[in-house]
């Protein structure tokens, strides 16, 4: 391993985290200017505090990093992936539900989120490694931006196969069904991913997710 200049060189060694991202939809709109940029993020930023707090993890063990309208969150090594989507997600999608419904249109808050696991490297810059650069593409993907404007919709998941392979469907609490199968084309990248509307009855987003259904094909389609 190359050493960095003035990094403790274990520190670079790459650590297996669940890698966490959220990104608000819509946070350039024209509605939005400054004033109300700054009080959006602000209450991202509490939002998900809130919950990941709420959810039993350690926000000051945690890996963050600003991404302008959005936020990278790199659980600590100790901490079960399994959290970060089950209760993680609810506890945020009922503080998104409660803003919103005070808030005016330009102020709401709709949020894609993505989940994958892998190495991730830090040095004194912050945090890299394809496992993050993998996280980013499925925050990205075209279907998750779609699954975002059904109606009533706050909050969007999208989880790598790695996650739902090891996670979702191997807990059945987590409602494996109401995840759709996709095939995200994202830059460089081509990969299956698992997209989900979290909600209080984990309903399917628009088909289940383990028959061969149109769905899947309509949900891409409407994508592209």
């Keep these: 391993m190359v050493a960095v200049p003035g990094l403790d060189p274990l520190a670079a060694a790459p650590v297996v985290r669940p890698i966490f991202g959220v990104d608000i939809a819509g946070f350039g709109h024209p509605d939005r ?3 109300v940029q700054v009080a959006v993020r602000r209450v991202l930023y509490q939002v998900l505090r809130e919950a990941w707090e709420g959810a039993g993890l350690s926000w000051a063990d945690a890996l963050r990093e600003d991404r302008g309208d959005g936020v990278l969150l790199i659980a600590s090594p100790a901490e079960p992936p399994g959290t970060l989507i ?3 997600l609810e506890l945020i999608r009922l503080r998104l539900n409660r803003h919103n419904r005070l808030s005016s249109p330009a102020a709401q808050i709709r949020l894609r989120a993505a989940l994958h ?3 991730v490297h830090r040095d004194q810059h912050g945090v890299t490694g394809t496992a993050v650069t993998h996280m980013f593409r499925l925050l990205n993907a075209p279907q998750l931006r779609t699954a975002l404007e059904e109606p009533d919709t706050d909050l969007a998941f999208i989880a790598s ?8 469907r191997t807990h059945g609490s987590m409602g494996p069904e109401s995840y759709l199968p996709v095939e995200c084309r994202v830059k460089e990248t081509l990969a299956p991913a698992w997209i989900t509307i979290p909600t209080r009855g ?3 987003l628009l088909a289940p997710a383990h028959e061969n259904v149109p769905g899947v094909t309509r949900l891409m389609e409407r994508a592209e």
């Design 117 to 119: 696991l892998g190495p």
């Design 202 to 204: 984990r309903r399917p």
């Design 161 to 168: 196969q790695q996650v739902f392979d090891h996670i979702i």
């Design 86 to 88: 089950d209760p993680l």
């Design 33 to 35: 200017d400054d004033e």
